[in-house]
């Protein structure tokens, strides 16, 4: 469960090296293949790893270009030949092993993900706390993957084994750098599949970290593999021919031109896209519990998260009192540097994503939202001016045909809706082209269970918001993504099954 950690405000001395451009990761070759991190031989272009937080500009980072993805390809292909014919259970082992260093080097690891993201620690703390586990939990079914056995007349049988499916590509956004590094290779690597992951060009660094914990965990050389560029650097991967599936989260539109790709070769694909989810507040709900719901909803991670529940619908009868708890609780909300403990909102990824942000805040009053709260860019203190802090923004007479209503605006902004009734509701949250998310907060045991079952979405929440448990698969329906993540129906998506015949007695045949 999430819960705000407020401790002390200070960043301990041991990990100061790791909070700023000194962090040796910073100044490390970013691709790992075969085994070793290293620099792109053929790099097209480079890009330049930016600090969300500052804005200092800590490097460039060359694009991968054809030569060095065909490497990565070839290493895959070849630690393929062994790693999908050792036992599951040996597998798990160096999984679980894998899940034990990242425990003991957690808090490195948080602090490499506030620089390369911008959130406040106590996030990343998170973050890195539950990909361990769902690294664990994978590890830990890799000895079960199997397939079934089936009588046929005559003594005649036939089983079933679930194969792996080859290489496999993963590609990633940049809001949750390192859990799409672990959500994807897990499972993949569980069902003897080898990856090659493309971080986002925005935070490559954690990835390449995972790299080298798997390595130490006993990962043989070329099973793992980090290739870093931007949206070129994808398309070769998801183009590749020796590539058997592509593993996607991000925008809708890159995710088309990625099945677009798989398409083309018939390859397996999975797509975790974006999303513009309901969060439904009825007035018979707990009203402190609802207003933190849909804190949650909207404000993690400066409100860049896909399953966020952006449409705050309230009941009429309880709008007065929502609105005014939500807006002392959200006031109270902390924006500073992402490194401090008591922070809790940290910065925006990019300049870009930013002004789109903001951007949105102005259409949105152009088409005759109000701004409750927020909605402005600050600066925390002089060090950060370079930075972007955006304050939580609360938009009151709201439309459902509104762009802000409609559209994926991520960042922290929040249109809350009224309405009257369960079924207006209803029909009104499901008419959006999505389906990843959605959130029912009511005291009504049947209302509760109604409402989730009528949402058209992958993830429904009752009583609660973005809540992940490693065991509860997690994905789209709609345009919002196809395949899951995380509990055990995910390694269907990396399995393949074959089907063996065994004829017992003499052929039957009828010539
Ligand atoms: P994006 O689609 O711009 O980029 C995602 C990745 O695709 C990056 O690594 C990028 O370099 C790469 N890429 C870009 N063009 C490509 C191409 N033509 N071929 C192959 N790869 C290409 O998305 P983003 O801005 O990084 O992330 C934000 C989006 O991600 C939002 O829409 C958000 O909802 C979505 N998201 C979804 C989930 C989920 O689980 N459903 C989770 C997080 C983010």
């Known amino acids: 469960m999430l819960s705000v950690r407020r401790v002390v405000h200070y960043v301990p001395r041991r990990y100061m090296a790791v909070v700023t451009g000194s962090n040796p990761q910073v100044t490390q070759p970013l691709n790992y293949i075969g085994g070793k991190r290293v620099d792109p031989v053929h790099s097209p272009d480079t890009f330049n790893l930016t600090s969300p937080a500052t804005g200092e500009v800590l490097r460039p980072v060359g694009n991968t270009g054809s030569t060095d993805v065909d490497e990565a390809v070839l290493a895959a292909q070849d630690a393929f030949k062994t790693w999908s014919k050792i036992s599951g259970f040996e597998r798990g082992a160096i999984l679980k092993k894998a899940a034990n260093i990242i425990r003991e080097r957690a808090e490195e690891m948080a602090r490499t993900e506030v620089l390369d993201t911008g959130k406040p620690i106590w996030e990343a703390r998170y973050d890195i706390e539950g990909c361990t586990d769902t690294i664990d939990y994978y590890g830990g079914l890799a000895a079960k993957i199997a397939g079934e056995y089936q009588q046929l007349a005559n003594g005649s049988f036939a089983y079933t084994i679930k194969e792996p499916l080859g290489v496999v590509g993963g590609i990633g956004a940049w809001n949750y750098p390192f859990q799409m590094a672990a959500w994807k290779s897990s499972p ?61 989260t991000g925008s809708v539109q890159t995710g088309s031109k990625i099945m677009e790709a ?80 008591d922070t809790t909102v940290g910065a925006t990824i990019s300049p870009e994503q930013a002004s789109k942000t903001l951007q949105y805040i102005d259409i949105a009053q152009t088409e005759g939202a109000h701004i409750l709260y927020g909605g402005k860019r600050v600066t925390p203190s002089a060090s950060l001016a370079g930075g972007y802090y955006i304050q939580p923004c609360i938009l009151t007479n709201c439309q459902d045909n509104m762009r802000v209503v409609k559209e994926e605006v991520f960042g922290s902004v929040m249109s809350v809706l009224s309405f009257s009734s369960e079924e207006e509701v209803i029909a009104r949250a499901n008419d959006t082209e999505f389906g990843l998310a959605g959130g029912v907060f009511t005291n009504n045991l049947q209302r509760a269970h109604r409402v989730a079952s009528s949402l058209e979405a992958g993830s429904l929440y009752v009583n609660t918001y973005n809540v992940y448990p490693v065991g509860v698969p997690f994905g789209g329906y709609k345009k919002s993504g196809i395949g899951r993540e995380n509990g055990p129906d995910t390694l269907d998506y990396y399995t393949q099954i074959k089907s063996v015949y065994v004829e017992m007695g003499p052929v039957e045949a009828p010539f």
């Open 262 to 341: 798989c398409a083309k070769q018939i390859h397996h694909v999975t797509l975790e896209l974006g999303g513009k989810s309901p969060c439904i507040i009825f007035d018979d709900s707990d009203l402190d519990s609802a207003v933190t719901g849909a804190m949650l909803a909207n404000f993690l991670n400066q409100g860049q998260v896909c399953s966020n529940g952006t449409r705050v619908f309230v009941q009429d009868s309880v709008m007065k009192p929502f609105l005014e708890k939500l807006v002392e609780r959200t006031k109270a909300m902390k924006i500073g540097d992402p490194n401090d403990e």
């Open 188 to 248: 993949a690597l569980a069902a003897g599949n080898t990856m090659i992951f493309k971080p986002s060009p925005l935070t490559p660094l954690t990835a390449v970290m995972l790299a080298e914990i798997y390595s130490e965990a006993g990962l043989p050389h070329g099973c793992f593999n980090v290739i870093q560029g931007e949206g070129e650097t994808g398309q070769l991967l998801s183009n590749h021919t020796g590539v058997s599936k592509m593993t996607f």
